[in-house]
């Protein structure tokens, strides 16, 4: 403005017009003091604040802004004074002297003395109620939700950042202004890099979670693009979903001990009669499609009603207890299934296993808990013995294919309950196989 080039350019205006054009406009123009106290100021601070001009010498702009809108001011303000540095499209509020909100948005540059030092600032103040009280709404919005919002540019720049982005870094606004992703996250920019070549490819960038110190953020980037349509950037938001995480893991622990308790028998810890059904049908489905064969051992403790009565049902606990333990110490494979299936009753459920194989399986079973040697006075053995009936499924042979899956499995169990009752009728302590002619 100051070379003689441009002045030359500048219209002649005489005082008056100068002093019309001042004091005759929209904007209002001041000039403020190195302590902000106004040294001068155009009479529309009359149509914007209701003060004349005499009332408003002397005073800061922050006498006129209400409770809170000074400080918040004086913060932004302060940052540009200790740079001396020019400023545009500060919004503020302020109260006009009949009580009304006003919103005014200050553009100002610095003044110095011939020894560069300054000696205040010269600036005008233009009516954005309107659109600053929207503006302001935003920004409040934009800087009190608790989603981390943030401005990245092509190279990963941090071009905006609201509160809450700022927290999740851990720095100041001034730290996050112009800083780089790369740097700040480096393994989070690469990803958004990648959206980039989404975006070119026209794909819409897809939500990601991103574990960051700890948390657990439900991210959404988004493409920016300038008004030739070329993408400039990402607008990420983040939301903290952590508890969310940390509930449903919770909920899939406690579904997972839901589970135990409704498969399995609470005395023995075996698996119980509702899960086994369920498993044996499984096992009858997999037997008729594979075409092997299938077997089950049921077995049932030697008079354990008289095992009660003579050691009382707290022994005849410990007895169930000792006695399923044997039984699943004795499996020789992992997937041959031990159930307690009713009182004290056992299911063994023996897959790829013909009868030849089940009845030495259960010879084994039947041998190991007499080992256990469980002293039983009022049984004619004197120790504890079982008794087994064992059944078998020729997938291959006997089934028709509509036969429903839960027929075969109760046609099998009654099979070798059968084969029990005839073990237990035979004397006990044996093993009996149905049909006995079938190995
Ligand atoms: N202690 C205890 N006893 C149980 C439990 N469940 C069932 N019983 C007992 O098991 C006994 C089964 O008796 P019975 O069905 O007459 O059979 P048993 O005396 O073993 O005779 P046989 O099977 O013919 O040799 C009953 O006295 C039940 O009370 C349990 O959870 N704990």
């Not at 003689?4 to 403020?32: I, T, Y």
């Not at 009304?100 to 003395?113: A, D, R, Y």
């Amino acid at each position: 403005m100051n070379d003689g080039k441009r002045q030359s350019d500048l219209p002649d205006v005489d005082e008056k017009h100068l002093l019309d054009l001042l004091h005759h406009n929209s904007d209002w123009v001041w000039e403020v003091d190195a302590q902000g106290r106004y040294t001068w100021v155009s009479g529309v601070v009359h149509d914007l604040l209701g003060y004349e001009p005499g009332y408003v010498i002397g005073r800061t702009p922050f006498d006129f802004m209400p409770p809170g809108e000074a400080e918040r001011v004086a913060g932004a303000f302060g940052e540009i004074v200790s740079q001396q540095r020019a400023f545009s499209g500060l919004v503020n509020r302020n109260m006009r002297a009949d009580g009304q909100i006003v919103v005014l948005e200050t553009s100002g540059i610095p003044l110095f003395n011939d020894r560069g030092e300054l000696t205040g600032y010269r600036g005008i103040d233009r009516n954005i109620s309107n659109l600053g009280e929207r503006v302001l709404q935003l920004e409040t919005i934009y800087d009190t939700t608790p989603v981390a919002l943030c401005m990245l540019d092509l190279d990963g720049r941090l071009v905006m950042s609201n509160k809450a982005m700022n927290g999740l870094l851990n720095i100041s606004p001034e730290e996050a202004a112009g800083s780089l992703l790369g740097h700040l996250m480096p393994d989070v920019w690469q990803q958004f890099q990648d959206d980039f070549f989404l975006v070119e490819s026209g794909v819409i960038i897809p939500g990601r979670e991103i574990i960051w110190r700890d948390r657990c953020f439900d991210t959404q980037p988004v493409a920016l693009y300038n008004a030739s349509n070329r993408v400039v950037g990402l607008s990420v938001t983040w939301v903290d979903i952590t508890a969310r995480r940390e509930a449903e893991q919770k909920l899939a622990s406690a579904n997972q001990v839901l589970q135990q308790y409704a498969q399995r028998d609470h005395l023995t810890g075996l698996y119980n009669r509702r899960y086994m059904d369920e498993r044996l049908m499984n096992e009858i489905n997999q037997a008729v499609e594979d075409g092997f064969p299938l077997s089950v051992c049921l077995a049932d403790i030697d008079y354990f009603k008289r095992y009660n009565d003579n050691y009382g049902h707290q022994s005849g606990d410990n007895c169930l207890r000792a006695v399923a333990k044997a039984l699943v110490s004795s499996r020789r494979r992992p997937e041959d299934n031990v159930s307690r299936y009713g009182g004290e009753e056992f299911l063994v459920i023996l897959p790829r296993t013909d009868q030849a194989q089940a009845l030495a399986e259960a010879e084994r079973l039947r041998e190991n808990i007499n080992a256990l040697m469980l002293p039983h006075v009022a049984s004619p053995t004197h120790y504890l013995t079982i008794s087994i009936g064992v059944a078998t499924l020729y997938a291959c042979e006997s089934l028709s294919p509509d036969t429903p899956l839960h027929m075969i499995a109760s046609g099998l169990i009654h099979q070798a309950d059968t084969a029990l009752y005839a073990a237990k009728n035979r004397g006990r302590n044996q093993v009996v196989a149905m049909p006995e002619n079938a190995s």
